[in-house]
């Protein structure tokens, strides 16, 4: 699946000296790394895992350029032989109040089927942080497609900024690993041209 899935998305092309690269992208498409709709951090977190946070609410529209964003800084991250022994940890966190509407279960299906079924990674956790009243509506559904083993990894983080992160910390998801924009201290340019290679 992984070639068959990488053609489609990116071309044959792609892959002839290796995993996709950014010249890869299609046109204007490179700006979504920076919108912050997926965030990779600088380096893995105390357990050696790529800490990666999904804003759902910044997401390109496109399916298919979400799904080329996670893909690339996925590669980027298992460049690490850390991460390929530890894996990767997913935070689920929205930088503004969400709304049924902002709620893409194609989207978020499509995601969950590339993380799962076609990408070589390792899944550790997941933590939904900081969830509004409408979100929790549509948790059961996201729940449902996550799948029974991503179901068993994942949590809820209910209260205050403080409150979660000091919750992330004990879990070894460090402040100097989220973005500003989260509480965190880490700054999500830095992270754009330090690891995903965009200025």
């Given amino acids: 699946k992984y070639f068959s899935v990488g053609f489609a998305l990116w071309g044959e092309a792609a892959f002839r000296n290796g995993p996709p690269t950014l010249s890869d992208f299609p046109e204007g498409e490179v700006i979504g790394l920076q919108n912050g709709g997926v965030q990779l951090s600088s380096e893995p977190d105390k357990s050696g ?12 529209t496109n399916t298919n350029s979400t799904k080329r964003l996670i893909w690339y800084l996925h590669e980027i991250a298992l460049e690490s032989a850390s991460v390929r022994k530890n894996g990767f940890v997913y935070l689920l966190w929205h930088s503004r109040g969400f709304l049924l509407k902002n709620f893409n279960r194609h989207l978020h299906k499509s995601i969950f089927q590339l993380l799962q079924n076609v990408l070589p990674v390792h899944f550790a956790a997941i933590h939904i942080c900081q969830p509004n009243p409408l979100f929790m ?3 059961p559904a996201l729940m449902f497609l996550m799948g029974t083993h991503w179901r068993a990894r994942c949590r809820t983080h209910l209260g205050g900024q403080d409150t979660i992160l000091c919750e992330l910390e004990d879990f070894g998801i460090t402040t100097d690993l989220i973005g500003k924009e989260f509480g965190g201290e880490a700054s999500f340019r830095t992270i754009s041209v330090s690891v995903a290679g965009v200025d």
């Fill in 49 to 60: 895992r790529a800490v990666v946070l999904f804003d759902c609410l910044r997401f390109p």
């Fill in 137 to 139: 509506l549509v948790v």
